[in-house]
């Protein structure tokens, strides 16, 4: 981090103060939001933070743990829904980790970025791929080639990263795992983004916060089905936490709310998760 006497910028990105980054390097930028919806159109949240790289790694870990929405399970003879995060936080790491060490801090106006929207979550690092590497070479075995290898070194004696390449393929088996599809990659304007999505269906914000906690674990159970359920069903699996009756008044609630609908009439009738 030292060469004849003085720091390197490695050092400042790395343990620099707030304030010698803002002045030095405003670079070292965070910018994070929440949007409503699935475009760019409407705020939720929106802040940005300077800071040296573990800084702002903490403060990106945080804003997704504040704004991500867990995805809801029931499971047959326990009497609470199990909630899990929407996406592997350790797959979120790794990209973040990734975003930092291999971004190009030589571009004065560049940034890490978080963007959460309704149907994915995107990270976003300035600068391209280098060295040859793809977004497809970055899925199948490849050297270790940091852009900023003081940084990715660091990273690594921290136990934040690991040196062998096998970082976006971890990531790719973290998702899989939790039955979530491969995550995206795109190189392009002059910027790398990391893109999940879901595999199923994400309450919207505004709409979670009207909802009891017995229509959310019906919906987690539709699901979770993955097809269409009848009543009785449904009852069956949600006993003891609801009577049938409970269970069709909120069923008729949460056709209003326009994320359920029946197939068929009267007690054949099987509701469906749209």
């Known amino acids: 981090m030292i060469k004849d006497g003085e720091l390197l910028r490695a050092a400042v990105v790395l343990f620099g103060s707030t304030d010698r980054i803002e002045a030095e390097m405003p670079q070292c930028l965070l910018r994070v939001a929440r949007f409503r919806g699935t475009a760019r159109t409407e705020f939720l949240d929106n802040r940005q933070f300077r ?40 797959a979120l790491r790794e990209a973040l980790a990734n975003a930092f060490c291999h971004r190009d801090y030589a571009i004065g106006g560049g940034s890490v970025a978080t963007a959460i929207y ?18 497809e070479k970055l899925f199948a075995p490849h050297e270790s080639l940091p852009w900023n290898p003081l940084i990715a070194d660091v990273f690594y004696r921290r136990g934040v990263i690991e040196r062998w390449g096998i970082g976006t393929i971890n990531m790719v088996k973290w998702t899989t795992a939790a039955g979530l599809p491969q995550p995206e990659i795109e190189d392009t304007s002059g910027c790398v983004t990391v893109r999940f999505r879901p595999n199923r269906n994400v309450l919207p914000q505004r709409v979670e916060r ?20 009848a009543l009785r069903e449904i009852y069956a699996q949600l006993k003891p936490l609801a009577s049938e009756r409970q269970v069709r008044e909120d069923l008729a ?10 197939t068929g009439h009267g007690r054949g009738a099987r509701w469906n998760r749209l």
């Open 51 to 90: 800071g040296n790289a573990f800084v702002l790694l903490a403060r990106a870990e945080r804003f997704m743990l504040e704004n991500l929405p867990v995805a809801g399970r029931i499971v047959p003879d326990l009497f609470e829904r199990i909630d899990d995060p929407l996406y592997p936080p350790a």
């Open 118 to 135: 309704d149907d994915c979550l995107e990270i976003t690092s300035t600068g391209s791929l280098h060295f040859g590497l793809t977004a």
């Open 210 to 229: 009207d909802l009891t906690e017995r229509q959310k674990a019906t919906l987690a159970l539709l699901d979770q089905a993955g097809r269409g359920l």
């Open 253 to 262: 609630i949460l056709r209003t709310f326009g994320l359920v609908a029946p």
